[in-house]
T-cell receptor, first 112, second 115 residues
Framework: SQQGEEDPQALSIQEGENATMNCSYKTSINNLQWYRQNSGRGLVHLILIRSNEREKHSGRLRVTLDTSKKSSSLLITASRAADTASYFC????????????FGPGTRLSVLP | DTEVTQTPKHLVMGMTNKKSLKCEQH?????MYWYKQKAKKPPELMFVYSYEKLSINESVPSRFSPECPNSSLLNLHLHALQPEDSALYLC??????????????FGAGTRLSVL
């Protein structure tokens, strides 16, 4: 089945630095989404990028999508301690029967 | 109101117990989901209800039984669980089944421990 896979698995940076997380997947998709999860809580939707889009911005977030490489990246600029969380990409498969699948996630720690 | 409410927040049950998890949303969403999440792992899709009908069952054991009484409510009935079923159970909803409307809104989850 298709699956998003993130790297790095864990990332530790200082406040004010930028954080980049990558996601790869295996099959054709309709869209790719990024979610954030604070420890032990529900997920919060951050941004959705459609398969015909290459880049999207939302506040301090920048997402790119390269369908030829089946990969996406999430950039968080000017990180804050409050950005500390796990970040997951999720893919919605283009073919019938391909369900919503989350990648393994990147655990981001932003140190004050 | 963009809230998905899950109850209870925590649940401890024995392997012979029967319990239920509840999920509620009042956003008018027509798709609702159950996920299971183990520690340091991504959520794994269990069930999807679309317009109150079960549309996806990801080969989940029959000891988990979903129910959608109406468009706002989703239950997960638990019976004869195993210790490996201990996990965070997340409920989510989305506007509809159309691909561009499937941004999911998640509840805070029920942390289940099976003894």
């Amino acid at each position: 089945s298709q699956q998003g896979e993130e790297d790095p698995q864990a990332l530790s940076i200082q406040e004010g630095e930028n954080a980049t997380m990558n996601c790869s997947y295996k099959t054709s998709i309709n869209n790719l989404q990024w979610y954030r999860q604070n420890s032990g809580r529900g997920l919060v939707h951050l941004i959705l990028i459609r398969s015909n889009e290459r880049e999207k911005h939302s506040g301090r977030l920048r997402v790119t999508l390269d369908t030829s490489k089946k990969s996406s990246s999430l950039l968080i600029t000017a990180s804050r301690a409050a950005d500390t969380a796990s970040y997951f990409c999720a893919t919605d498969g283009a073919n019938y029967g391909q369900n919503f699948v989350f990648g393994p996630g990147t655990r981001l720690s932003v140190l004050p | 109101d963009t809230e998905v409410t899950q109850t209870p927040k925590h649940l401890v049950m024995g392997m012979t117990n029967k319990k239920s998890l509840k999920c509620e949303q009042h956003m008018g969403h027509r798709a609702m989901y159950w996920y299971k999440q183990k520690a340091k792992k991504p959520p794994e899709l269990m069930f999807v209800y679309s317009y109150e009908k079960l549309s996806i069952n990801e080969s989940v054991p029959s000891r988990f039984s979903p129910e959608c009484p109406n468009s706002s409510l989703l239950n997960l009935h638990l019976h004869a669980l195993q210790p490996e079923d201990s996990a965070l159970y997340l409920c989510a909803s989305s506007q509809g089944s159309a691909r561009t409307k499937n941004i999911q809104y998640f509840g805070a989850g029920t942390r289940l421990s099976v003894l």
